[in-house]
């Protein structure tokens, strides 16, 4: 199925107004002058730990270590992430160090 030119368009100006509501609507509802409710910042304390937990999860839900590489490569490739993480203490070489040898792994290694 293909979209008219119209259809695009009014695809495409959606998507950037629903963009533009995301990025500013919490400096609209929340600004400096304000200190933010009690909730707002629980919840900036308890989610990036949160979502970290949900995307290990998710990330080892289709592991089964009784068949094929018995999670091998993702075992390395978590270790890893630890170590980057403990040495260097930065979020996003820890991601992609990890992410990158774990590719590594299944796509060379892990055949």
Known sequence: MTMTVWQSVITIA???????ITRFLPFLLFPESKRPPRIIDYLGKVLPFAMTGLLVVYSLK???PLSGNHGVP????MAVIVVLHLWKRNMLLSI?????LYMLLVQLVFV
């Open 14 to 20: 959606v998507v950037t107004i629903g963009t533009l």
């Open 62 to 64: 289709d592991v089964t």
């Open 74 to 77: 993702e075992a390395i490739a």
């Open 96 to 100: 992609a160090g990890g992410t990158i």
